[in-house]
């Protein structure tokens, strides 16, 4: 019987004599030869091996876009997972009351399906090449293997896998927590491949506990049910499936709670997108991308975003500023301040919301919002763009009695009379309203709150009228102003007539 000691021996001379070939390999046989030769045995092992490997990506092409079948295996195989892998991977989702477990890279986990026995393993792949890059992650790319006896093919890629991928989605749907997301600031040395970060979205605004007129509420409503139910249509009649929204008014009018309140009806995530931080109309394209279906896309206060209302007027004046700008200086200053600022343009940002990238995904909402919609470019609004203009005004009686049930619940009072009429009168926003509802000690009742509103409405009337007066006033002494410069340019022209005219020899004629 062979020893311990003769077994290594015995063991070592046979690693050493294959290390050994295998350098003359390597050395003497040419690379066609070794190409050949590695054809011919994979010949042999696909004749041999009597198993079928199927590879999904977590990302497609390019690496835009996370593969949606990759989401859905994950999901589905995350049972599973919880039962069979040693190293799980874990995630908290809906308020911390589900724990979803999922396997890491290098685990294997079996499935069975209509008597047969299949294999799921996660892998990683990293690049080969050495190399000294700001992005060390970018090129490692997760991936699900599946492995079945070749016997099983049509039943594998023509059932299984769709049910695979039908489970996946609907166990996706009933554990979806919807997120709230906002885009990441490019600095140019960030390894993250997605674009955005997010926190869980748990708003609480409702169509219910919005301020708003009825007839205006559930026209708004409606138009979101018509779109959620149109996805034949829009394909039928050649457009994307989206839609666009404007919200305008004042400060306080609520649009931001309308935003919330069209996220939690229609179940959708919401996008904030920070123009500012967006390096170029590349990254805003790459940002659209990286959103997923059923989504808001947000652009608040877009008027204050970017310059993009006066762009096509500011490209005029930069044409006559290279004319007068010769100071070598100078030139260097703005062109680093320019690198600085955001690239994006009006026409990056139309192309964004219309154009052929808009069609990357569905179901999307686009959401504007303004305080001064008059200073908005006409083609950013056009219908197309945004579809639906909504505009968010003062604080009306019916919007008046939402915000009392919400903060007092109550749903008449004696005093209501009296705050409709001043409220007919007055221009105040939901905001201020709702901020005077509010209790502000835990012995005020509604009579105290209502009493305190009606105060507010009052002062707001006077204020209203003091302004008033001073603008009058103002735009009075202005008028004077005018004719009185009137008046002495015209009494110049007369006593110029009266004193003569200037020759052309310079001497003065009676």
């Known amino acids: 019987m062979m020893g311990k000691g003769e077994l290594w021996g015995s063991l070592g001379s046979a690693m050493a004599s294959i290390m050994f070939v295998w350098a003359m390999y390597q050395n003497y046989f040419p690379h066609e030869l070794r190409s050949q030769i590695r054809r011919r045995l994979e010949k042999l092992r696909s004749f041999l091996y009597p198993y079928i490997q199927i590879t999904f990506p977590e990302f497609q092409g390019d690496g835009f876009e996370r593969s949606k079948a990759f989401v859905a295996i994950e999901r589905y195989l995350d049972k599973s997972s919880s039962k069979q892998a040693k190293r799980l991977r874990a995630k908290i989702v809906q308020d911390c009351e589900l724990i979803i477990l999922s396997m890491q890279e290098s685990e294997e986990v079996t499935d069975e399906y209509q008597g047969i026995k299949l294999w799921w393993a996660c892998g990683k792949n990293t690049p080969d090449r050495q190399s000294i890059s700001y992005y060390p992650r970018e090129d490692e790319k997760r991936y699900f293997k599946l492995t079945f006896h070749k016997k099983y093919r049509e039943i594998i890629t023509n059932t299984y896998l769709k049910h695979v991928l039908n489970q996946g989605k609907a166990i996706t749907i009933n554990d979806r927590q919807r997120k709230l997301h906002t885009n990441n600031k490019n600095e140019g040395y960030s390894y993250r491949r997605s674009m955005w970060s997010s926190v869980v979205f748990e708003h609480p605004s409702t169509f219910d506990t919005l301020a708003m007129e009825p007839n205006k509420k559930q026209e708004i409503i409606d138009d979101l049910i018509t779109f959620s139910k149109a996805k034949d249509y829009y394909a039928r009649i050649g457009k994307a499936w989206k839609r666009g929204y404007l919200l305008y008014g004042p400060p306080g009018t609520g649009k931001s709670s309308m935003i919330a309140a069209m996220a939690n009806f229609m179940k959708y995530d919401v996008y904030d997108l920070e123009l500012t931080s967006v390096k170029d109309n590349t990254e805003l394209r790459k940002l659209l991308i990286d959103t997923s279906s059923k989504s808001i896309i947000v652009i608040e206060d877009i008027d204050c975003s970017l310059d993009l209302t006066g762009q096509r007027e500011k490209q005029k004046e930069e044409k006559e500023d290279e004319k007068d700008e010769k100071d070598p200086v100078k030139q260097e200053i703005k062109k680093m301040e320019e690198k600085k600022s955001s690239q994006v343009t009006l026409s990056g940002l139309l192309n964004f919301i219309d154009g052929l990238w808009s069609s990357c995904g569905g179901e999307r909402l686009f959401v504007f919002t303004t305080n001064y919609v008059e200073k908005l470019d006409p083609a950013l609004i056009r219908t197309g763009r945004m579809d639906k ?101 015209k009494q110049k022209k007369k006593d110029d007539q009266c004193n003569g005219v200037v020759k052309e020899n310079g001497e003065i004629a009676s």
């Open 389 to 489: 203009h909504i505009e968010l005004s003062y604080c009306k009686f019916d919007a008046f009695k939402v915000l009392a049930k919400n903060y007092l619940n109550i749903e008449s009072h004696d005093l209501y009379f009296n705050i409709g009429r001043l409220l007919d009168e007055t221009n105040m926003t939901p905001a201020d309203v709702a901020e005077n509802l509010m209790p502000k000690a835990s012995g005020e009742d509604a009579d105290i709150c209502l009493e305190r509103v009606i105060k507010a409405i009052e002062k707001a009337k006077e204020d209203a009228k003091l302004k008033a007066e001073e603008e009058a006033k103002a735009k009075a002494a202005e008028e004077e102003k005018a004719r009185a410069e009137r008046a002495e340019e």
